[in-house]
């Protein structure tokens, strides 16, 4: 079967720094994604690593580690709109059907 | 321009009824996805179309459900004989073509089932 792991739960302050942390054991992998999703809201796309390296995108940055089936997405300077669950997902496939883990739920407080 | 939209927004059926789940995706874009959510999880994939075909429906639970695209735009997800554990959101999603990680969700039909 398919699993990623990724915490519940992680809190922070405003204006911190925080790493959502995601490992995976699957039986394919083209690459791996995050997703943001504010409560009742729609999943909507952060980033998307294929290689192994940093991508970063504004306030977010993404890390993939093929080797170590680890990945991790960083977020700086928090604000309070970005509590929300993060999703770390898998492409299994080239076309990229997406196996999710099961999100991390951050809350910034002032 | 218009993002995915999906519906009906809610949807509260008894056991054993039929219901029938829309998604309109973006105009243009040639690959549709359909995942269901419930509460605490993350979206778990169902089933994939590339144009009008499904390409994957590996995702299916079991032979109640179904999906079309006839056209390569819409798509209806069709559920047989609804059960209770049938209850969760259902997402859909599009991008531009397959094989992009960067899917655009609809946000969703939250399927009731009694």
């Known amino acids: 079967g398919q699993s990623l792991e990724q915490p519940s739960e992680v809190t922070a302050v405003e204006g911190a720094i925080v790493q959502i942390n995601c490992t995976y054991q699957?039986?394919?992998?083209?690459?791996l994604s995050w997703y943001q999703q504010h409560d009742g809201g729609a999943p909507t796309f952060l980033s998307y690593?294929?290689?192994?390296g940093l991508e970063e995108t504004g306030r977010f940055s993404s890390f993939l580690s093929r080797s170590d089936s680890y990945g991790y997405l960083l977020l700086q300077e928090l604000q309070m709109k970005d509590s929300a669950s993060y999703f770390c997902?898998?492409?299994?496939?080239?076309?990229?059907?997406?196996?999710f883990g099961k999100g991390t739920m951050l809350l910034v407080s002032p | 321009g218009a993002g995915v939209s999906q519906t009906p927004s809610n949807k509260v059926t008894e056991k054993g009824k039929y219901v029938e789940l829309r998604c309109d995706p973006i105009?243009?874009?040639?690959?549709l996805y359909w995942y269901r959510q419930s509460l605490g999880q993350g979206p778990e994939f169902l089933i994939y179309?590339?144009?009008?075909?499904?390409?994957?429906d590996s995702g299916l639970p079991n032979d109640r459900f179904f999906a079309v695209r006839p056209e390569g735009s819409v798509s209806t997800l069709k559920i047989q004989r609804t059960e209770r554990g049938d209850s969760a959101v259902y997402l859909c999603?599009?991008?531009?073509?397959?094989?992009?990680?960067?899917?655009?969700f609809g946000p969703g039909t939250r399927l009731t089932v009694l």
């Open positions: 999603a599009s991008s531009l073509i397959g094989g992009t990680s960067e899917q655009f």
């Open positions: 699957t039986s394919g992998f083209y690459g």
């Open positions: 690593n294929a290689l192994d």
């Open positions: 997902a898998v492409s299994l496939t080239g076309y990229s059907t997406l196996t």
């Open positions: 105009s243009g874009h040639t690959a």
């Open positions: 179309f590339q144009g009008t075909g499904a390409a994957d």
